[in-house]
């Protein structure tokens, strides 16, 4: 059973940073794409960013691009996303997602586990 809890999440200034965690159980994490996801209120979920298990590449929504960092620590199963320069429009609910067959990195739906999000409330 695959279990994915983040954590980080809470109140900052725009202009502030933030980093999240996600910390997954699961022996072969190592191999996982492993994405991040948001929901502001009223809206449809939306890819953020996604980094993949070999090869360590990286994808980002053009929204985050230079102000995002996603990472991945393979000795503690924790994948980060380090958020700088962050803006009102940045407020939403964040989750963790793993692709453990693989698949887009930015396509909900290929992602088979999900962790229970954590809020980000980014103040005007």
């Known amino acids: 059973q695959v279990q994915l809890v983040e954590s980080g999440g809470g109140l900052v200034q725009a202009g502030g940073s933030l980093r999240l965690s996600c910390a997954a159980s699961g022996r072969t994490f190592s191999s996982w794409l492993m994405g991040w996801f948001r929901q502001a209120p009223g809206k449809e979920r939306e890819f953020v960013a996604a980094?993949?298990?070999?090869?360590?590449?990286?994808d980002y929504a053009d929204f985050v691009k230079g102000r995002f960092t996603i990472s991945r620590d393979g000795a503690r199963n924790t994948v980060y996303l380090q958020m700088n320069s962050l803006k009102f429009e940045d407020t939403a609910v964040y989750y963790c997602?793993?692709?453990?067959?693989?698949?887009?990195?930015?396509?909900?739906?290929?992602?088979?586990?999900w962790g229970q999000g954590t809020q980000v409330t980014v103040s005007s």
């Open positions: 997602a793993a692709a453990t067959l693989g698949g887009s990195v930015s396509y909900s739906a290929d992602y088979d586990y």
């Open positions: 980094i993949t298990g070999i090869s360590g590449r990286t």
